[in-house]
């Protein structure tokens, strides 16, 4: 039985053919979408009919013999971001990575009056910014970009659902209701009927209508959010495992009971929803894999200063990787909080410890590794930490830095399993696909 997975990513899109039973045998392609929509420094914006046709045109990428027998449709993609349409047009997409709020003063006036732990990026947020500069008039629906791809699919953009994964990283989701906090939504003066309807997690929202090279009447499952649907395709035991992914951005979760986990009132931990009536304790800085990335370009920059030739990208990394992982930091400390943190959005990356002797490329590159792992576990449950045996790691970070995975093991004294399943976010998206049909 062969499911398709969609994951939507913040630079890219990733579609794959995944069979249930037998899981290594699977076609996935991807490919950057070129979204990004040139604006202020301060926003973060993409095109979504951008993304959409990226989307169509990766879906006919795949062995068409193979779409044929497609039985399910999973999606998946970045949490917090926000589209709205009307019949005339469609927004464009605010993604986690805009900082309107903060920058003009008024994210502190929107926490206050929610009494909510919001944070620069959360689809709640952009959607108040909208209303009070005035240009969410006119617009009759707002949703997750991946739940209006998932409309689409099925045909009709006006039937669209949102479900607890990504409606809770709006930040006005009610837990114990299972749906939207509507006492939050009108303090934010975001017009209630702009909301999606709820539906549970993994349920279908319809079927597929239209879409070139996939048949008519396949169920697509309501989208889930990427960081459960990474944890989907890489878990074993849940109980014994914590899931540390290293992409653009940065991940590391653990799945809890309810009741399990008692986080104190400042913490930036979040408990998401996740399967089953559980819950995933997810720490995610905003810089994570693209720190790493962002050394390579300043190294490259240096060359071309100089008038010399830069190196190939994954050449780069790879020496960077090999001079971090046989040096030590000497003494340098390097905080990569290039985009702050979410509840603390003004913080900087800095770099400290420096002297003429250590003032080096090697050990500067020792330091960020240590920093982009350190960031991840500084306010993780230690309990969680010390309870879990093994590691499950993933995102290109994880499986392509030796130095990566070396300061994972240290900091954890855990087994670490790094999975070869390429695009996990949307093969987990098409595993709960599959359970959806079976």
């Known amino acids: 039985m062969l499911t398709l997975g969609i994951d939507y990513g913040t630079t890219k899109n990733a579609v794959v053919l995944y069979d249930p039973d037998d899981p290594q045998d699977f076609h996935a392609v991807s490919a950057p979408h070129h979204a990004a929509v040139e604006t202020p420094e301060f926003r973060a914006e993409q095109d979504f009919n951008k993304v959409w046709r990226s989307v169509l045109e990766l879906i006919s990428r795949l062995p068409a013999e193979k779409l044929a027998q497609v039985r399910a449709v ?244 790879d020496k960077l990787d090999e001079i971090a992982l046989t040096n030590t930091a000497n003494g340098v400390t390097f905080n990569p909080l290039f985009l702050g943190r979410r509840n603390e959005p003004d913080l900087t990356g800095e770099i400290s410890g420096l002297t003429l002797e250590n003032f080096r490329l090697e050990f500067l590159a020792s330091a960020l590794v240590k920093g982009m792992t350190g960031e991840l576990f500084e306010f993780f449950p230690s309990s969680l930490i010390a309870s879990r045996k093994r590691v499950l790691g993933s995102g290109n970070c994880v499986r392509f830095c030796a130095a990566v995975r070396q300061e994972i093991c240290r900091r954890t004294n855990a087994e670490l399993i790094v999975k070869q399943l390429s695009e996990e976010a949307a093969c987990g998206a098409a595993q709960l696909a599959g359970k959806m049909i079976r």
């Not at 998946?76 to 019949?87: A, E, Y």
């Open 74 to 317: 999973g999606l998946t993609g970045q949490m917090h971001s926000v589209v709205c349409w009307n019949d005339a047009e469609i927004s464009p997409v605010i993604t986690w990575q805009d900082k309107r709020a903060s920058a003009t003063g008024i994210l502190d006036t929107f926490i206050r009056r929610s009494n909510r732990k919001l944070a620069d990026g959360f689809g709640a947020v952009s959607l108040a910014a909208m209303n009070l500069d005035g240009s969410l008039a006119g617009y009759t629906h707002a949703a997750s970009p991946v739940s209006l791809i998932g409309a689409m699919l099925c045909g009709d953009r006006n039937k669209v659902f949102m479900e607890a994964t990504f409606g809770a990283s709006w930040g006005i989701w009610d837990m114990a209701k299972n749906s939207w906090d509507m006492d939050a939504v009108r303090s934010l003066q975001i017009p209630p009927s702009i909301l999606a309807p709820v539906t549970p997690v993994g349920s279908c929202i319809g079927r597929t209508c239209g879409v070139p090279g996939l048949p008519d009447g396949i169920p697509v499952a309501a989208p889930v959010g990427d960081n459960q649907a990474s944890v989907l395709a890489t878990a074993g035991n849940t109980g014994e495992e914590l899931y540390l992914t290293l992409g653009t951005g940065a991940q590391l979760s653990a799945v809890v009971a309810p009741g399990e986990l008692t986080l104190p009132e400042n913490s930036p931990v979040e408990l998401r929803p996740f399967t089953d009536g559980r819950m995933l304790a997810v720490y995610a800085p905003l810089c994570g894999g693209k720190a790493w990335a962002a050394l390579g370009n300043m190294v490259n920059s240096c060359f071309t200063a100089l008038g010399l030739p830069p190196l190939p990208k994954r050449e780069l990394l």
